[in-house]
């Protein structure tokens, strides 16, 4: 992980939160019980900055939260961003910030359990942001690697969890479904990939 006085000078020479984005981050920490699931500002900006960079005009995001990385991957060019969240008490706060960032019909927003939802979108991804329940996250690959195009991309959030992917714990779901997850992409010969130890970890696959 990088020292927090790194991360504050990373932070302080790059640009600004957006303002909607700022009182998104600030009403999730007030509002929320586990505000750090937020990706927050330099994840936001970091996945704002590769859609904008990879065009892709169909994303699948898994794991809404609040919706601070559906604006940004919305915001990043993509023409239709579908973002799936299992919880409904957030469906007021994420369509409230849809709407401040002026992207409500750029959004799909779908509540409910992905594992249901991803089978029912008949789309072609250009990219999938995993970042829902971590014991799934090798499920979700699995049942979204057919819908991503080739040259697509797969992400995957906290693939570093803490640094407790050194220490195998067997009692952690959390753990061990992030450990699998990575085991999987390093030996799928379907795909490259680059473990970024950026913020939480995030596994990048491109699909060959
Ligand atoms: C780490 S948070 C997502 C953070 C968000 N992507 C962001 O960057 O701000 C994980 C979210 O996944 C949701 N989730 C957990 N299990 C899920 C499931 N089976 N289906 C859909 N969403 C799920 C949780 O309710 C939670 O809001």
């Known amino acids: 992980m990088i020292p927090e006085e790194i991360e504050r000078y990373c932070e302080a020479h790059s640009s600004q939160e957006l303002s909607f984005l700022a009182s998104l981050n600030r009403e999730t920490h ?4 586990y505000p750090r699931m937020i990706s927050g500002p330099m994840q936001g900006t970091l996945l704002r900055f590769i859609c904008r960079m990879i065009k892709p005009e ?3 995001e898994i794991g809404t939260f609040t919706g601070y990385s559906a604006i940004n991957l919305a915001l990043g060019s993509a023409k239709m961003v579908h973002t799936i969240e299992i919880n409904p008490e957030l469906e007021n706060i994420i369509r409230r910030y849809l709407k401040e960032a002026g992207i409500e019909n750029h959004v799909t927003l779908h509540i409910g359990e992905a594992m249901k939802i991803i089978p029912t979108l008949n789309e072609c991804w250009d990219l999938v942001f995993i970042d829902a329940d971590k014991p799934n996250y090798l499920n979700y690959y699995n ?3 057919p819908m991503v195009r080739q040259g697509g991309w797969i992400l995957a959030d906290n693939a570093l969890w803490d640094g407790k992917v ?4 067997t009692s952690d779901k959390d753990t061990l479904g992030i450990i699998e997850y990575n085991e999987f ?3 799928d010969p379907r795909v490259e990939n680059l473990l970024l130890p950026f913020r939480d970890g995030l596994m990048i696959a491109r699909k060959i």
């Open 30 to 33: 007030l509002t929320q019980v």
């Open 58 to 60: 169909k994303v699948l």
């Open 143 to 145: 049942l979204v690697f």
């Open 166 to 169: 050194l220490t195998a714990d």
């Open 185 to 187: 992409v390093q030996k």
